[in-house]
C-alpha cells in the first residue's frame, strides 16, 4: 500500500505563496502519475492539476492557470504543487494522489488509489 505524505501547508496572505511537496513514505513517487485535489469546508472535493509519471505532461485545472503550478523532481522522488497569488477561497486541504500508469495524468479523483491525508493551507490576513 503507497502511502502519500503532503507537506507545506501553512497560513498565507493574500497574494502570498506556498510551495506543497508530496513524497511517498517508501521513496517510490518517480513510479506513479500524480494528481493533485483539495477541499474546501462544506464543498466538494475538486481537482487542481495533474503531473504524468515522466513529468513530461502536466494539466492544470483551466481556473487555476497562471496561479498554480505542478513541477516533479524524480532525483529526489517528489511531487510540487506551487500556488501562487493566493486567494481567499483557495483555503483548503490539498491532497496528492497517486496511480501507477504510463498514461499522461488524469483529473478524475476516481482513477487515483492512493492518497495522501493532505495538507491544510489557509489564506487570511
Known amino acids: 500500500q503507497l502511502q502519500l505524505v503532503e507537506s507545506g501547508g501553512g497560513l498565507a496572505q493574500p497574494g502570498g505563496s506556498l510551495t506543497l511537496s508530496c513524497v511517498a513514505a517508501d521513496n517510490t513517487l518517480d513510479q506513479y502519475s500524480i494528481g493533485w485535489f483539495r477541499q474546501a469546508p462544506g464543498k466538494e472535493r475538486e481537482a487542481v492539476g495533474c503531473?504524468?509519471?515522466?513529468?513530461?505532461?502536466?494539466n492544470i485545472v483551466e481556473a487555476f492557470k497562471g496561479r498554480f503550478t505542478i513541477l516533479r523532481d524524480n532525483a529526489r522522488r517528489k511531487v510540487f504543487l506551487l500556488l501562487t497569488r493566493l486567494k481567499p477561497e483557495d483555503t483548503a486541504t490539498y491532497s496528492c494522489?497517486?496511480?501507477?500508469?504510463?498514461?499522461?495524468?488524469?483529473?478524475?479523483?476516481?482513477?487515483?488509489?492512493?492518497w495522501g491525508q493532505g495538507t491544510q493551507v489557509t489564506v487570511s490576513s
Open positions: 503531473i504524468s509519471r515522466s513529468g513530461g505532461f502536466t
Open positions: 494522489s497517486a496511480i501507477a500508469t504510463d498514461y499522461k495524468c488524469s483529473l478524475n479523483s476516481d482513477v487515483y488509489p492512493y
